[in-house]
């Protein structure tokens, strides 16, 4: 079955760059998707990349797609405290299917130093 | 406030009990999907109705079941609770039913606590 895999810990200085890398197994997955989760609170979506996309910028977010090897990362230039939270990669399962539900990693818990 | 509202936020309860976990999608979205976290399994998909039909299930317990209202509201009803069962349950809607076109993006609640002592 499908699988998304994360490192699950993350820690940078204040101002440094993050790099957050996840792995997928489904080769039919259409979309991939980044959310953010702080503490005591739901997931965030925080952007997504159409699989014929090699790369995606949105602001201090960049988001790589390797598809031949289903490597995707998120890049989170100029770190804040404010960016400590745990971030989920995930993939669509079902595209052109039956059910449209995403399945994730187990997160990746950032923590940044002041 | 994402738009998607669960209640309760948190509930402890004992072994064998029954609960049930209610959610109210953003408005305007058919589909609603049920995960649990817990810490060492992470996120695990349960089930998804869209627009009161059972569409997809995942990895959810014969002891668990969930039903989509008219009002598009949905129930997730967890029974014969043991120590395990203990975690956070997010409710989750989207639009559509995320097969036909464009990314399926989800908005999460803030989740139910569950405490199973």
């Known amino acids: 079955g499908e699988d998304v895999e994360q490192s699950l810990f993350l820690s940078v200085r204040e101002g440094d760059s993050s790099v957050i890398n996840c792995t997928y197994t489904d080769s039919s997955s259409t979309y991939l998707y980044w959310y953010k989760q702080e503490p005591g609170a739901g997931l965030q979506l925080l952007t997504y990349i159409f699989s014929n996309m090699d790369m995606k910028q949105d602001q201090r977010l960049t988001v790589l797609l390797n598809k031949k090897d289903k490597h995707l990362s998120l890049r989170i230039a100029d770190t804040q405290t404010g960016d400590s939270a745990i971030y989920f990669c995930?993939?669509?399962?079902?595209?052109?299917?039956?059910?449209?539900?995403?399945?994730f990693g187990k997160g990746t818990k950032l923590s940044v130093k002041p | 406030d994402s738009g998607v509202t669960q209640t309760p936020k948190h509930l402890i309860t004992a072994t064998g009990q029954r609960v049930t976990l209610r959610c109210s999608p953003r408005s305007g979205d058919l589909s609603v999907y049920w995960y649990q976290q817990s810490l060492d399994q992470g996120l695990q998909f349960l089930i998804q109705y869209y627009n009161g039909e059972e569409r997809a299930k995942g990895n959810i317990l014969e002891r668990f079941s969930a039903q989509q209202f008219p009002d598009l509201h949905s129930e997730l009803n967890l029974s014969s609770l043991e120590l395990g069962d203990s975690a956070l349950y997010f409710c989750a809607s989207s639009v559509g039913l995320g097969v036909n076109s464009g990314a399926n993006v989800l908005t999460f609640g803030a989740g139910s606590r569950l405490t199973v002592l």
């Open positions: 995930a993939e669509s399962s079902g595209y052109g299917g039956s059910q449209g539900n995403l399945i």
